[in-house]
């Protein structure tokens, strides 16, 4: 038996390990593609109406808007984050991200925490401003984003 794994070896291929019965399968990480289109599809599906209130019922115009745009912002960014942290916390997923199978979990692949999800959410806006922030993926062997980085979060693929 020794002497048949010593040419297999010495042929250049090794012998297949089995995945031991017991051992969870860890998903992989969601890929950047999927990412992205699940954010496409949240600023749609989530931004969108929020803006459109915010423009014409609470500000009367993007007129009044672009002379208020602080105080416009904050009743932008005030009701988004709590719609994405309430989703993200309640089920691990947005409506981008159930679209399109991916779910967000800790290191350990489990649910991650609410300050966890508080501290991704303003990372991530923070990470879309600089250039770091949008390119990091690009550069990383396991292509985490800032905001996963420093959230300790991340988005694995259900398939």
């Avoid at 423009?55 to 115009?61: A, E, I, L, N």
């Avoid at 199978?101 to 991650?112: C, H, Q, T, W």
Wanted: glycine share 6%; aromatic share 12%; charged share 20%.
């Amino acid at each position: 038996m020794a002497h048949k794994r010593f040419r297999t070896v010495k042929k250049g291929s090794t012998p297949t390990q089995k995945p031991q019965p017991n051992q969870p399968r860890r998903p992989a990480i969601a890929s950047i593609v999927d990412r992205i289109k699940a954010l496409i599809t949240d600023l749609f599906m989530l931004l969108m109406p929020i803006l459109y209130v915010v423009f014409y019922m609470v500000m009367g115009s993007r007129e009044a808007f672009a002379q208020h745009q602080a105080m416009g912002w904050v009743y932008i960014i005030v009701p988004h984050f709590i719609i994405v942290t309430l989703f993200l916390w309640k089920k691990q997923q947005t409506p981008g991200a159930k679209a399109y199978n991916i779910l967000l979990v800790d290191r350990a692949g489990e649910r991650p925490t609410l300050g966890a999800i508080v501290l991704r959410y303003y990372t991530q806006l923070l990470g879309f401003l600089t250039i770091v922030g949008i390119f990091l993926p690009l550069f990383r062997k396991d292509k985490k984003s800032l905001h996963d980085l420093l959230s300790a979060t991340h988005f694995v693929s259900l398939d």
